[in-house]
């Protein structure tokens, strides 16, 4: 009898990933995965930006490098912070292999057995698998519209001593909820007079169709600087391509510190191929006009999908109409299983997330998550046209019953 | 004040890796690092891999893809293990960042603090650190010329019963030493009868320029089939190049789907876009001379470093003289500290790593080890008087004081 860590007693495969297997099927029109439109992959651009780092600096891009990560990318994306309005430097950001690693990193530096981390309910569902092999009791806030409220967060700090709040404050993974500016200056004056460790997540923000940026949260209140209670995650997989595996995770000096040696741990350092690649990709190509079309895309798919909900689904199912990102969160009527839909669904070549998955507290068995991004519009329409009889047969049959 | 976890209280940078960012002083010649030499990175080949894959399977390379990797690039090492005469198929294979991340991936799925692993004494730094991590106890079992003596192994396994014994049994970093055929089967047997997972870590076999080639120690003992009990890691870091970050975890299924799990808790997936460059440049090009030329090269490597200890250091300093790999272990006379050495060693210009951090219980202050893989021969020349000058001041003024 081999003997397995206590961590692995619970652990799950991602139920998410396992679907992506199902949805293979070509058949099968997927609003399941997170996956970007691969209309938009930068194809031949990285293909050119390969054969220039290649020629001028294959050794470097090939040798070990260092943990940290190919500094001028480092430069370019504290500079791109900086454009935002958030002073950081390239010594504050660490290259990862995509935001994921991040958030096992910062659990490893920061997480023993029984601390208690606070998320937003519901909360991406590989977050809770990366902090979850920590084995952390988790405390998870409501998520309103605005995002979580702040008494809520309060009383949670003084409470249970969290030793991070983990949130997607921009577009978040379910839900596509944004937390108002409002909502994000109170949660970070609160962080400030605690000595809980805020993990934010945004791979999302550069993926805005409508409305007005927003700042991190993990800002000193009141100023444009970096909290030092705040980590702040990245990643180039939504805007240029997420099998090039890279991300960054952004923090100052004491938290930096501590991350830097579970990345050692971890893998030595992120692909330095890769990270080479992309930094002359940045560098040469018209990445903003990129990002703008992908953005523009993705606004139509999301109008077409909300209008599609609007017109195919009764009243009675309620959906967000996020302002960017990747995802539609929709709740069926108290006692529908989106577990049960989705079986029907596959059958009808349809799929999507059900919602259970992005509960701490097995709760949400009538919710589910739709990905507009990956699907070009006239999959969008017959696909929510699937979905709408999937439901509706499923409704009448319970009525019946 | 921040709070971070208990692991975090002990664990340090890597020394090693420390040591890399001295010795990029170009007028420094570094015997400290493991890096394998440039002259042999593929570099046309790799940039004309990737315009190929970019433009047949593009989207493939950039999107996201399975946990476990992409399937030919498994084929392709399972039938490469098949060929050594290891019975595995591409199911048993994990695509990992380096093989640095399967020992994170298994100490994951396997420790709990305070649980026992064996190591070779002594053994490799980066794994200390990677197990490190988790927590464990340590129990160093001296390396001798053929390897762990097995009453060392049967005495500890009763008494100390580890979860995992970790061994570098072919041209082990940091000594160079392979253990026996012999001590190999010695080892499986008495692995084959407890419930101590095998964690067998292979960069180097590849590199054997004398001798005959080893069966590995994870076999089921008597037959060439893969022991339920073992893990191997292998990496195209030194055939091909470190910056592709890509090597492998092979197990079979109980342990594998916990690594699994692991793995997409750590990062979701191993770079896309290097796997596919890889395994492009695997099919078209000839990597088995590509092999046997650095096979060649680091041979006469090794060949002028021992020569040239042999020399220009007196007989009182030991040294190992391994049939491949990459390091030479030197052993000073006893009081003669490395890191005092290496002081002065990177005054003269020149650099190597104290053995001390490949010890879990801080002894080895008269070891060090010098990698022969990195420098051309003329530099060796030239490193090698510098460390014999730099030694021999040391000695006289030890005699005189």
């Excluded at 909502?183 to 004056?189: K, V």
């Amino acid at each position: 009898m081999l003997r397995f860590s206590r961590r692995m007693a619970t652990a799950r495969r991602s139920f998410v990933r396992e679907i992506l297997k199902v949805t293979e099927d070509p058949s099968i029109i997927s609003f399941a995965g997170g996956l970007p439109n691969p209309r938009f992959f930068p194809i031949a651009e990285l293909s050119r930006a390969t054969q220039k780092t290649m020629s001028e600096s294959g050794a470097a891009a090939l040798q070990y490098s260092t943990t940290e990560g190919f500094p001028p990318l480092r430069e370019y994306i504290a500079a791109r912070y900086r454009r935002r309005g958030v002073q950081v430097g390239a010594n504050d950001i660490l290259i990862t292999n995509g935001s994921q690693q991040g958030l096992d990193l910062v659990a490893k530096a920061v997480l023993d057995q029984g601390d208690v981390v606070l998320v937003e309910r519901p909360t991406y569902l590989a977050a809770i698998q990366a902090f979850g092999l920590f084995e952390p009791r988790f405390r998870a806030l409501e998520l309103c519209e605005d995002g979580v409220q702040s008494d809520l967060i309060a009383r949670s700090l003084t409470e249970d001593q969290p030793k991070i709040l983990y949130a997607i404050p921009t577009f978040q993974n379910p839900t596509g909820i944004s937390w108002s500016a409002a909502r994000r200056r109170e949660a970070a004056s609160l962080l400030s007079a605690s000595n809980t460790i805020l993990v934010e997540d945004d791979p999302y923000s550069e993926l805005r169709f409508a409305g007005e940026p927003l700042a991190p949260m993990g800002l000193v209140p009141g100023t444009s600087d970096l909290a030092p209670w705040a980590v702040l995650l990245g990643t180039f997989s939504k805007t240029v391509a997420p099998g090039m595996r890279l991300g960054w995770l952004c923090a100052h000096h004491e938290i930096m510190e501590r991350v830097i040696v579970a990345k050692q741990a971890a893998d030595l350092q992120s692909n330095g191929f890769a990270q080479l690649v992309l930094n002359r990709y940045l560098s040469d190509d018209d990445v903003e006009s990129h990002i703008a079309h992908i953005r523009e895309a993705y606004g139509r798919q999301r109008d077409l999908m909300v209008h599609l909900y609007e017109k195919l689904f009764p009243p009675e199912v309620l959906c967000t109409k996020p302002e960017g990102g990747m995802f539609l969160w929709m709740t069926l009527p108290k006692g529908l299983s989106s577990m049960d839909l989705l079986e029907k669904a596959i059958k009808a070549k349809v799929a999507f997330v059900p919602g259970q998955a992005f509960f701490t507290d097995d709760c949400g068995g009538n919710t589910m998550r739709l990905n507009f991004s990956n699907a070009d519009e006239p999959m969008i329409e017959e696909g929510m046209k699937r979905l709408a009889r999937v439901f509706a047969t499923a409704t009448l049959l319970r009525k019946a019953s």
